[in-house]
């Protein structure tokens, strides 16, 4: 079992390839990942020069209270405009940039929504702003590739300890697509939460990405054979996303930080950055800074029509109303 790194065992970590194709910039960019994830019901706007495709941004066509809404395909982290900008000197790469993503987005289907978190190549989201686009950041966290040695030296100590104790108590399992599904089900209607997966969707996302070497749903079994906690995460040529987790609701956070861990060293043997994909609750802010992390901006870009922010702002409200009447029974 492994207990921590040593220094005789450690990997030097490669340098990360430069990414080749400027019009498939992540993972989920990539064809068989949309045909999977949206059942081969993905579209995009494309922009061509010279007889060739310079630029794509692909969306799924969804309804929202009755409304048509153009969003991410199911576990689809950042998409947003996919360029070649060609060659050049800066300004004129920037421009050529800016031109082809205005392009895109004035190609886009009447939507009530658009929404979208852009990937990390995307350098700004002027285009957007200027087609009246509401834009905003959000974060991640982001480990660089490293030696074995620096990135457990980087971690917080308290982090160390819960994967050293999880090394000593689980074992490592390579889970098949079904059982991560039947898993992640079980672990929610343990807590009284809805399932936001759609399973259509989510066991072919499993099952072509394992398929392709692109993806891994990772588990940890206790010493009874029962599985504690389960990741699922896809790379790349540059990056390792953390796509999901699921535990059981008794367990505590030693064993998926020993999944985490386990995730960023095979990272950064091969050079990859280990992106978290996302910070949402103060705790899972301090959850994952513990993992010695640099944070990055992402731009999220949505528009929508008057009617339906009429309609979302109705039912929210309706909601609120329907949860205090709740709370009102249940005090007597």
Same mark, same amino acid.
């Given at each position: 079992?492994?207990?921590?790194?040593?220094?005789?065992?450690?990997?030097?970590?490669?340098?990360?390839?430069?990414?080749?194709?400027?019009?498939?910039?992540?993972?989920?960019?990539?064809?068989?990942?949309?045909?999977?994830?949206?059942?081969?019901?993905?579209?995009?706007?494309?922009?061509?020069?010279?007889?060739?495709?310079?630029?794509?941004?692909?969306?799924?066509?969804?309804?929202?209270?009755?409304?048509?809404?153009?969003?991410?395909?199911?576990?689809?982290?950042?998409?947003?405009?996919?360029?070649?900008?060609?060659?050049?000197?800066?300004?004129?790469?920037?421009?050529?940039?800016?031109?082809?993503?205005?392009?895109?987005?004035?190609?886009?289907?009447?939507?009530?929504?658009? &929404?979208?978190? %852009?990937?990390?190549? =995307? $350098? @700004?989201?002027?285009?957007?702003?200027?087609?009246?686009?509401?834009? /905003? #950041?959000?974060?991640?966290?982001?480990?660089?590739?490293?030696?074995?040695?620096?990135?457990?030296?980087?971690?917080?100590?308290?982090?160390?300890?819960?994967?050293?104790?999880?090394?000593?108590?689980?074992?490592?399992?390579?889970?098949?697509?079904?059982?991560?599904?039947?898993?992640?089900?079980?672990?929610?209607?343990?807590?009284?939460?809805?399932?936001?997966?759609?399973?259509?969707?989510?066991?072919?996302?499993?099952?072509?990405?394992?398929?392709?070497?692109?993806?891994?749903?990772?588990?940890?079994?206790?010493?009874?054979?029962?599985?504690?906690?389960?990741?699922?995460?896809?790379?790349?040529?540059?990056?390792? &996303?953390?796509? %999901?987790?699921?535990? =059981? $609701? @008794?367990?505590?956070?030693?064993?998926?930080?020993?999944?985490?861990? /386990? #995730?960023?060293?095979?990272?950064?043997?091969?050079?990859?950055?280990?992106?978290?994909?996302?910070?949402?609750?103060?705790?899972?802010?301090?959850?994952?800074?513990?993992?010695?992390?640099?944070?990055?901006?992402?731009?999220?870009?949505?528009?929508?029509?008057?009617?339906?922010?009429?309609?979302?702002?109705?039912?929210?409200?309706?909601?609120?109303?329907?949860?205090?009447?709740?709370?009102?029974?249940?005090?007597?």
């Amino acid at each position: 079992m492994n207990i921590a790194p040593s220094p005789s065992s450690l990997k030097k970590a490669k340098p990360a390839p430069k990414r080749r194709d400027p019009l498939n910039p992540t993972i989920f960019h990539e064809a068989w990942w949309l045909e999977a994830a949206t059942a081969g019901r993905y579209e995009e706007a494309t922009v061509s020069s010279g007889g060739r495709v310079v630029g794509r941004l692909p969306y799924l066509r969804k309804q929202r209270f009755g409304l048509q809404a153009c969003v991410m395909p199911e576990l689809s982290l950042f998409l947003g405009p996919a360029v070649d900008e060609g060659n050049g000197g800066t300004v004129s790469r920037n421009l050529r940039r800016g031109e082809i993503t205005r392009d895109l987005i004035e190609k886009l289907p009447p939507c009530a929504l658009f &929404y979208q978190r %852009l990937h990390r190549d =995307t $350098p @700004d989201a002027l285009p957007f702003i200027q087609h009246g686009y509401t834009t /905003e #950041a959000v974060f991640t966290y982001e480990v660089a590739p490293d030696s074995e040695e620096t990135l457990w030296r980087k971690m917080r100590d308290r982090t160390r300890d819960l994967v050293r104790s999880a090394q000593e108590q689980t074992d490592l399992v390579d889970l098949e697509p079904e059982a991560f599904r039947s898993l992640y089900r079980s672990n929610l209607q343990k807590r009284s939460k809805s399932d936001y997966l759609d399973r259509s969707n989510a066991l072919p996302v499993f099952e072509a990405a394992l398929s392709r070497g692109r993806g891994r749903l990772l588990g940890a079994r206790d010493v009874r054979g029962n599985i504690l906690a389960a990741i699922f995460y896809v790379w790349d040529d540059d990056v390792t &996303y953390y796509v %999901l987790t699921t535990r =059981t $609701p @008794d367990m505590q956070n030693g064993v998926v930080s020993r999944l985490i861990w /386990e #995730a960023m060293r095979e990272s950064a043997a091969h050079g990859r950055i280990f992106d978290f994909a996302g910070l949402g609750s103060f705790g899972s802010v301090l959850f994952y800074a513990a993992f010695g992390g640099a944070v990055h901006p992402r731009f999220l870009v949505q528009r929508t029509t008057p009617f339906y922010g009429a309609v979302r702002s109705t039912l929210a409200k309706s909601r609120e109303i329907i949860g205090n009447l709740k709370d009102r029974r249940l005090r007597g």
